[in-house]
T-cell receptor
Framework: TQLLEQSPQFLSIQEGENLTVYCNSS?????LQWYRQEPGEGPVLLVT?????EVKKLKRLTFQFGDARKDSSLHITAAQPGDTGLYLC???????????FGAGTQVVVTP | GAVVSQHPSRVICKSGTSVKIECRSL??????MFWYRQFPKQSLMLMAT?????????EQGVEKDKFLINHASLTLSTLTVTSAHPEDSSFYIC??????????????FGPGTRLLVL
């Protein structure tokens, strides 16, 4: 069973547009992470959010953790072709830190 | 930042042979390493958790006799796919964590190993 539901599965936009990716669950998490993965490479950690209601910004990327710590969103402003990739949310499922990943959102930004 | 390497980056083998994949933490000691498998257009699925000096813990549905994991040192874990078959073809990714504090410790991911079994 997928604890983390990501939407949409696929997003294709033009350079300069904005986009939002969602990660939802019925479970409460102590923290949640967002990764970006490019073809043939391992995922790269973008951010970890730990506090309900927390908002973190990384240049043009804004990450939000829901007040109840059950959901999160990633918003990209003025997307660029370099933002193309598979965006994955992940959360620890036990005290040992085993990560459960969402199914991922494939983002394609065309020039 | 912490670096995790994997070797080889890609491997092609014949059905029935065994393949060993190495995962190394280059600039930190990893008390725990994780092995994931990723099929095309799918997400990462955890296969097993490996703690240095102890037996690996496998996720449900993962055959421990087929996917042998050895975490012999604080910087090296190996995954051996025994008697590989075409359905084992996948992208295998490891991650390493430095400390014992579970979810509070960041996992650093390797670049992955592409396995193709003919």
């Amino acid at each position: 069973t997928q604890l983390l539901e990501q939407s949409p599965q696929f997003l294709s936009i033009q350079e300069g547009e904005n986009l939002t990716v969602y990660c939802n669950s019925s479970s409460v998490f102590s923290s949640l992470q967002w990764y970006r993965q490019e073809p043939g490479e391992g995922p790269v950690l973008l951010v970890t959010v730990v506090t309900g209601g927390e908002v973190k910004k990384l240049k043009r990327l804004t990450f939000q953790f829901g007040d109840a710590r059950k959901d999160s969103s990633l918003h990209i402003t003025a997307a660029q072709p370099g933002d193309t990739g598979l965006y994955l949310c992940a959360a620890p499922t036990d005290s040992w830190g085993k990560l459960q990943f969402g199914a991922g959102t494939q983002v394609v930004v065309t020039p | 930042g912490a670096v995790v390497s994997q070797h080889p980056s890609r491997v092609i083998c014949k059905s029935g042979t065994s393949v060993k994949i190495e995962c190394r933490s280059l600039d930190f000691q990893a008390t725990t390493m994780f092995w994931y498998r990723q099929f095309p257009k799918q997400s990462l699925m955890l296969m097993a958790t490996s703690n240095e000096g102890s037996k690996a813990t496998y996720e449900q549905g993962v055959e421990k006799d087929k996917f042998l994991i050895n975490h012999a040192s604080l910087t090296l874990s190996t995954l051996t796919v025994t008697s590989a078959h075409p359905e084992d073809s996948s992208f295998y990714i490891c991650s390493a964590r430095a400390g014992p504090r579970g979810f509070q410790e960041t996992q650093y991911f390797g670049p992955g190993t592409r396995l193709l079994v003919l």
